[in-house]
């Protein structure tokens, strides 16, 4: 066991939509990730997904309404709802995930990963 200092960590890539194992957390992964631009519309039909804004602000698009994060702020998106993350500018976030979920939920394609990297 050992302390994870974020900043540390966050300075160690720069790849953005890339999600790095900081930690595991019963049957779930701790990830560190950088967001910037739009991801895509997806959703995760049988896991909820955490996230929570270090750095930047995060506009969370969900079907029915944007949700705005600052800088320590953090939201649950329930399983199963539709949602698209923007990042206008680079934002660095701590994301919860199931170790069997995929960051792209219900969509795969060239930006889906197949494994975490372990910073």
Same mark, same amino acid.
């Given at each position: 066991?050992?302390?994870?200092?974020?900043?540390?960590?966050?300075?160690?890539?720069?790849?953005?939509?890339?999600?790095?194992?900081?930690?595991?957390?019963?049957?779930?992964?701790?990830?560190?990730?950088?967001?910037? &631009? *739009? =991801? @895509?519309?997806?959703?995760?039909?049988? #896991?909820?997904?955490?996230?929570?804004?270090?750095?930047?602000?995060? !506009?969370?698009?969900?079907?029915?309404?944007?949700?705005?994060?600052?800088? &320590? *702020? =953090? @939201?649950?998106?329930?399983?199963?709802? #539709?949602?698209?993350?923007?990042?206008?500018?680079?934002?660095?976030? !701590?994301?919860?995930?199931?170790?069997?979920?995929?960051?792209?939920?219900?969509?795969?394609?060239?930006?889906?990963?197949?494994?975490? #990297?372990?910073?």
């Amino acid at each position: 066991m050992e302390k994870v200092n974020l900043q540390d960590k966050l300075a160690l890539f720069s790849q953005h939509w890339t999600p790095k194992i900081v930690g595991e957390y019963n049957d779930s992964y701790v990830l560190l990730a950088k967001f910037k &631009g *739009e =991801l @895509f519309w997806h959703k995760h039909e049988d #896991e909820d997904e955490f996230f929570m804004v270090i750095k930047g602000k995060l !506009l969370l698009k969900l079907r029915d309404r944007d949700i705005w994060l600052q800088e &320590g *702020e =953090l @939201f649950v998106i329930p399983k199963g709802v #539709e949602h698209m993350p923007v990042a206008e500018e680079e934002v660095h976030m !701590l994301v919860l995930d199931l170790k069997s979920a995929k960051h792209t939920g219900n969509v795969v394609n060239e930006r889906t990963l197949t494994s975490y #990297e372990r910073i």
